[in-house]
T-cell receptor, first 114, second 115 residues
Framework: DGGITQSPKYLFRKEGQNVTLSCEQN?????MYWYRQDPGQGLRLIYY???????QKGDIAEGYSVSREKKESFPLTVTSAQKNPTAFYLC?????????????FGPGTRLTVT | AQTVTQSQPEMSVQEAETVTLSCTYD???????LFWYKQPPSRQMILVIR??????QNATENRFSVNFQKAAKSFSLKISDSQLGDTAMYFC????????????FGGGTRLMVKP
């Protein structure tokens, strides 16, 4: 079945450590996105990528980094510079960014940093 | 910049009844798209319904329909014959036309369907 996978579902890290969240899609979509969701709030865009080896900052990119070496994969690294990293992280993809296509979401990763 | 406001943090409805969730947005754009996404307790975001701003006809998907008032910048979601499985967070989202598929989300409404 086509879809987006994120692993792991829950992730725990100590403060000061970098951590990488995985996102893989087999939908053959060109565009991929990372969002952050805090309790009781909507989603905020961290980074997005429209094509391999290209990505752009979203609204809250500080303290995060991404790579897009393969079309299927868009990992997100939460660095120690991110002041409040504990949150729910959602990855999404869409066919491309030239039209106005809806985004499809993965199941998310809950990151807890203590 | 666009903003999306959902003024109802929580709502409840009895099973089989109808409920309407509110959403307003602020934009200077003329061409755009509006979405309602559902996030059940599993936290998987699921697209419920989509509306193109250039279409006057309100979108419908089975028990879900919208009331799109472009002049008032209002985009409410009506759920008819509510079911227990409709219990979820509902997010309204805005997308500019030909602008990279960027979504701007509202803060969400938590809907509880009671048996």
């Amino acid at each position: 079945d086509g879809g987006i996978t994120q692993s792991p579902k829950y992730l725990f890290r100590k403060e000061g450590q970098n951590v990488t969240l995985s996102c893989e899609q087999n939908l053959n979509h060109d565009a991929m996105y990372w969002y952050r969701q805090d309790p009781g709030q909507g989603l905020r865009l961290i980074y997005y990528s429209q094509i391999v080896n290209d990505f752009q900052k979203g609204d809250i990119a500080e303290g995060y980094s991404v790579s897009r070496e393969k079309k299927e994969s868009f990992p997100l690294t939460v660095t120690s510079a991110q002041k409040n990293p504990t949150a729910f992280y959602l990855c999404a993809s869409s066919i491309d960014i030239t039209g106005s296509y809806e985004q499809y979401f993965g199941p998310g990763t809950r990151l807890t940093v203590t | 910049a666009q903003t999306v406001t959902q003024s109802q943090p929580e709502m409840s409805v009895q099973e089989a009844e109808t409920v309407t969730l509110s959403c307003t947005y602020d934009t200077s754009e003329n061409n755009y798209y509006l979405f309602w996404y559902k996030q059940p307790p599993s936290r998987q975001m699921i697209l419920v319904i989509r509306q193109e701003a250039y279409k006057q006809q309100n979108a419908t998907e089975n028990r879900f329909s919208v009331n799109f008032q472009k002049a008032a910048k209002s985009f409410s979601l009506k759920i008819s014959d509510s079911q227990l499985g409709d219990t979820a967070m509902y997010f309204c989202a805005f997308m500019k036309h030909n602008a990279g598929n960027m979504l701007t989300f509202g803060g969400g409404t938590r809907l509880m369907v009671k048996p």
